[in-house]
């Protein structure tokens, strides 16, 4: 059920019970290798089925059960599975379950008594191609996912790892899909293959280069597909005049479709999905840089607080006349603390009011809905308001607690050319704080959010 064109392959469309799949016509004889894999899984529906599978096998697997390919394979797939079988709740993940030719598969547990590795990544409806990198070097089989979030193509995350997995020295590669009671498109937009070799080592030899005359006859197909593809539209044209013109449409038969990749239009639900996505993705390079601010941030709270209390140590114990400016010193680190304390209170609060809003947010993002965009916009807006808000309260806190014409004056320390003041130390662990908690709260909210959109 596989549909070619010029810019990808269509492996399943969006009909129930369908399935597909490419192979490489020769070999691989890699002996380490690596692919990039670039695809998308689109459907009307919160659900989809089956799913997709990448494929290194000793022979290819043709036509099958196991997501539109044969069962008892030898070699290993790597199965994108759209719906949930078990009912355990863990669909859409990635499993990687390797075959020794015997073996078959356990479609009821969703191959969980079969999986060597296995992560859960929304992989459906995402505004950019989803890209998958599977590398085979010294017997460790790695999956890594760019779930399609940010425009970024090397934006990628760790999913699985597999180590002394022993694959076939020779096999083909391959890609498949298949449908079921529910149905999505399942669109494959490259697929390159590299070979990976050791350090210091020049690549062998391969030898595998396809003939010329071999060459000029894929040509020949190629060409000869591309006419007969053109005189179906053609024909799909002239018999259905009432669709011309209207891009993406395809009929439910066996060859009639039409294809569109350039649609100048974008219906109401998609430009909402897209500012979502969008927004999404900046909020998502936004904590990242973040997260490094923070770690640099925390380096130098370290440094500073362990000099200090270094040296309020020594002077405690060495020097008793000092006891009195000790004692101040740890007077003003309580009143700190104590800040902090109402610093932490007003976060909470944050916490709470951006949780609420979380909730009207998944309330408001279903396709079709014109106000959800607006009230999306003014949740955001909402957010922010509040962190400019606790920003006031902290600043208040520190004008409170620090009169305007009292300075803290730290000991004269010889080896270190400056000291910590009460204030740096102070607006050091607010952001912290506050850096800190959105950061965990973004990423225990990031997979149930993208659920909820569809």
């Known amino acids: 059920d596989a549909i070619p064109s010029a810019d990808q392959i269509r492996i399943t469309t969006s009909l129930k019970s369908q399935r597909g799949s490419v192979w490489t016509k020769t070999k691989s004889i890699f002996e380490y290798w690596e692919v990039e894999v670039t695809f998308r899984v689109t459907g009307r529906g919160r659900i989809g089925a089956d799913g997709l599978a990448i494929w290194f096998t000793e022979e290819q697997g043709l036509e099958g059960p196991v997501f539109g390919a044969a069962d008892k394979w030898n070699g290993v797939g790597i199965f994108f599975d759209s ?201 998502h390079l936004e904590i990242k840089q973040l997260n490094r601010q923070l770690d640099m941030i925390l380096d130098e709270q370290r440094k500073y607080v362990s000099a200090v209390t270094e040296e309020i140590a020594k002077r405690g114990a060495g020097v008793p006349a000092q006891q009195g400016q000790a004692s101040e010193t740890m007077h003003r680190f309580e009143t700190v603390v104590k800040t902090q304390e109402e610093v932490i209170r007003q976060v909470t609060e944050m916490r709470n009011s951006m949780a609420d809003t979380l909730r009207l947010i998944s309330g408001a993002q279903h396709p079709g809905s014109v106000a959800g965009a607006y009230e999306t916009t003014q949740h955001f807006n909402d957010i922010k308001e509040h962190l400019h808000v606790v920003k006031r309260d902290i600043e208040h806190l520190v004008q409170r607690n620090m009169p305007a014409n009292e300075k803290l004056k730290c000991p004269d320390l010889p080896p270190f050319p400056s000291c910590l003041s009460t204030v740096h130390f102070f607006v050091f662990v607010a952001v912290q704080t506050v850096l800190f908690i959105a950061y965990i709260m973004y990423r225990s909210q990031q997979e149930a959010a993208a659920k909820k959109f569809f």
């Open 83 to 283: 719906f949930d079988n078990d009912g355990k709740k863990n669909n859409p993940g990635v499993i990687v379950v390797g075959n020794n030719g015997k073996l078959l598969y356990d479609h009821q547990n969703d191959g969980s008594t079969q999986a060597l590795a296995s992560c859960q990544r929304d992989f459906r409806n995402k505004p950019y191609p989803v890209r998958v990198k599977v590398t085979y070097y010294q017997k460790t089989l790695t999956v890594l996912i760019n779930n399609g979030f940010t425009p970024d193509k090397e934006d990628y995350e760790f999913c699985a790892k597999v180590e002394d997995m022993a694959l076939p020295s020779q096999g083909y590669f391959g890609i498949s899909a298949a449908t079921g009671g529910l149905a999505d498109d399942h669109d494959v937009l490259s697929f390159l293959t590299f070979q990976l070799t050791e350090p210091g080592k020049e690549a062998p030899t391969t030898g595998a280069e396809i003939p010329q005359q071999d060459k000029e006859k894929y040509q020949e197909e190629f060409e000869h597909f591309q006419q007969e593809l053109d005189k179906k539209k053609e024909e799909f044209q002239k018999e259905h005049p009432d669709v011309q013109g209207q891009p993406g449409k395809y009929m439910p038969t066996a060859c009639a479709f039409v294809l569109s990749a350039d649609d100048p239009f974008e219906t109401v639900s998609d430009r909402e999905l897209r500012q979502i996505f969008e927004g999404q993705n900046r909020i």
